[in-house]
């Protein structure tokens, strides 16, 4: 299991894994006057792995 863990930190851009707080982060962004013109757009909370795969 230790392997598989390496591998994927491995594949991350960021260079460590996230955590709910991350995500908790991006809402909370979202939710705060800071977005207020952000509008239907998608936020990914990927650590740069879906840049990198794309």
């Given at each position: 299991m230790q392997?598989?863990?390496n591998q994927r930190?491995?594949?991350i851009p960021l260079g460590f894994m996230g955590d709910g707080?991350?995500?908790a982060s991006a809402a909370l962004f979202l939710?705060?006057?800071d977005?207020?013109?952000i509008t239907g757009?998608?936020?990914v909370?990927?650590?740069g792995m879906t840049v990198?795969?794309?």
């Open positions: 392997a598989l863990l930190l491995a594949r707080r991350d995500s939710a705060s006057e977005a207020r013109f757009t998608e936020i909370v990927d650590g990198r795969c794309g």
